[in-house]
């Protein structure tokens, strides 16, 4: 009896000195499996790396997952490399995304997962630890040579939470100060080279957009508490061109049709102060309930819904402003400079890409359906964009679009609404050259496509002015929804916001 209460003793002091010293834990910190998640998802393509993260809004471990995701995607071909000449491991009994994490976390991290060894993926990891460093040692240089380009991070003000002085306040407490330039004396090519010569301390007003920042990316750490409060986004500075091509202006009337994870919906009631009515929309009802969360932490006044677009009936909203379609796509033009995809070798390069061919196919077919639905809605303009690189799910789905409409030239015309921009479309269509695209080459950034349809068709006066009765009573409501009841106080000037007329020709290109 002595015996078994002096074993019972020891296995209670047992567990309180494990709880007293780390170094006893057995489980692997649950960040691992976060950021092991991220890696899957992107290699899905279902979502860019900021949208993934978003998921994790109020996660007290997110700098942490944020940090272990992206040490193995800017190490990744190294990884990869390295993870040829080690030995084989079956993919049922351990998670290769996990065991990537580690073997970033051995040669650029703190390599505190050493003390984890029960866990399978610990147990290999260090049995081929030294396999791993003499392999590093071989490629690193070679891979230096080729990768050394510095990475940049966008992101956006949100003018819900503060002004552009203000964060300006917030970023000088944190020990960051602006690079100035004068962009009458300099070109978009030469802001590039400012931009990736930032130092850690340093950020940029974008050239293009005045609600935009760039900074070097190792400054992501210490913007987190920005972005955890809402006074930041961190959105690819590419999605901006759909919310530019909208030409919003105060009183619209809005949808987003596909709006999960909801970053554009936030740009847009961003920028006009939340005076406006947006329609946030999407099938997806997971997604849908994350972009909530997301909408409402960063102030953004909305009417939600969880439907199939192409079953809405477009009578409930026959007087949109603007309808903005970001259909589900390949996501192939995603993280240019945060690449995470598999390599192919031999055979199976074959085999991938009629995969890849097929999947697009499928999505553009779903594409066009989101396009033909969104014409029985008659908006005033219609933005239609992706983050796919490839035509087949661009331009061409645009051109079958007029083929099987043949009266919709007579509806709509397609508009170029960024002179400016120096990436245009694909294609030898008569639209292309009106087309905004975007890639890391050309624009620094990820791949985007956009493109804008305007309507032809003439309103009466009686018509407009029920447009205008309709536009009041949307915007009152919109003041008193069931997603967010609380008055926003606007912190953008208001010297920046277009004041909308109340005439139907204002919205109409000839």
């Not at 998802?41 to 860019?48: A, H, I, M, P, V």
């Not at 998670?95 to 976390?105: F, P, R, V």
């Not at 043949?406 to 294609?427: A, V």
């Amino acid at each position: 009896m002595a015996t078994k209460n002096r074993n019972k003793r020891q296995s209670n002091s047992n567990r309180t000195e494990e709880k007293k010293n780390p170094l006893k834990r057995q489980k692997l910190h649950k960040a691992y499996y976060s950021a092991a998640n991220v890696l899957w998802q992107l290699n899905e393509k279902s979502g860019s790396l900021n949208s993934l993260m978003n998921r994790f809004t109020g996660d007290k471990c997110i700098k942490m997952i944020y940090a272990l995701a992206v040490k193995v995607l800017k190490n990744h071909n190294i990884i990869e490399q390295i993870q040829t000449k080690l030995p084989d491991f079956d993919s049922n009994e351990m998670n290769s995304y996990l065991i990537e994490i580690l073997i970033a976390e051995l040669l650029f991290g703190e390599k505190s997962f050493l003390k984890y060894r029960r866990k399978d993926e610990v147990k290999y990891v260090i049995e081929n630890r030294q396999k791993i460093i003499d392999q590093y040692a071989k490629v690193k240089n070679i891979e230096n040579e080729t990768s050394n380009d510095p990475w940049i991070r966008y992101i956006r003000i949100n003018y819900l939470k503060n002004s552009k002085t203000e964060l300006m306040k917030k970023l000088e407490q944190i020990e960051f100060k602006q690079r100035l330039y004068s962009k009458n004396d300099i070109q978009f090519d030469q802001f590039k080279t400012i931009a990736l010569s930032l130092a850690i301390d340093e950020y940029l007003v974008d050239y293009h957009f005045e609600d935009v920042f760039v900074f070097n990316d190792e400054s992501t750490k210490k913007l987190t508490p920005l972005y955890e409060d809402g006074s930041i986004a961190m959105q690819d500075k590419s999605s901006l061109l759909a919310i530019e091509a909208m030409n919003l202006e105060e009183n619209m009337i809005i949808m987003d049709a596909c709006a999960a994870p909801g970053m554009k919906t936030s740009a847009i009631a961003s920028r006009l102060n939340n005076l406006c009515t947006i329609y946030a929309n999407d099938k997806d009802k997971k997604r849908f309930n994350d972009m909530k969360i997301l909408l409402k932490r960063n102030g953004v006044r909305f009417k939600s819904s969880t439907e199939d677009f192409t079953q809405i009936d477009p009578t409930k909203y026959s007087n949109l402003d603007c309808l903005l379609l970001d259909p589900s796509c390949s996501g192939s033009g995603i993280n240019r400079r945060l690449e995470y995809t598999h390599q192919n070798h031999g055979d199976q390069s074959t085999e991938e890409n009629l995969n890849i061919k097929k999947r697009c196919e499928n999505l553009a077919k779903f594409q066009l359906a989101i396009l033909q639905s969104a014409i029985a809605f008659q908006a005033k303009r219609i933005v239609y964009c992706t983050c796919s690189k490839y035509q087949i799910e661009n331009e061409d789905v645009i051109e079958k679009l007029f083929e099987m409409n043949l009266d919709l030239k007579n509806q709509y015309e397609i508009i170029d609404p960024m002179p400016e921009w120096p990436l245009r479309g694909q294609g030898n269509y008569s639209f292309s050259l009106k087309c905004l695209r975007a890639d890391y080459e050309t624009t620094m950034t990820n791949g985007f496509f956009c493109c804008v349809l305007q309507r032809l068709q003439q309103q009466s006066n009686s018509d407009q002015s029920n447009d205008d009765d309709n536009k009041a009573e949307n915007i009152d409501n919109n003041n008193h929804h069931d997603d967010d009841d609380d008055e926003m106080e606007s912190k953008k000037p208001k010297k920046k916001l277009k004041k909308r007329k109340s005439m139907a020709n204002d919205f109409i290109i000839t």
